[in-house]
């Protein structure tokens, strides 16, 4: 595997666990966990399509990640 796809990799993983922790952890609101989450979801949409995505890509997706997470991005 390549130096760049290991790099991918991990912050593909360390961006699942943030977005979990936040979800899970019963600190936030709804609201907050939207607000909290969405540059990690952002990011990690970028990363697992390997390409810059504009907001109205990703405003058209419903993004189902690692089975636990289903949410809608909204600007």
Do not use: C
């Not at 019963?26 to 979801?41: A, K, N, V, Y």
């Not at 089975?67 to 909204?74: A, D, R, S």
Request: positive net charge; charged residues 30%.
């Amino acid at each position: 595997m390549k130096a760049t796809e290991n790099n991918n990799l991990s912050k593909i993983e360390f961006l699942e666990e943030q977005i979990e922790e936040i979800t899970n952890s019963g600190f936030f609101t709804e609201r907050e966990i939207d607000r909290l989450s969405h540059p990690l979801l952002l990011e990690l949409y970028k990363l697992k399509n390997q390409a810059i995505a504009t907001g109205h890509q990703i405003r058209k997706h419903k993004i189902n990640l690692f089975g636990w997470l289903k949410v809608k991005i909204k600007f």
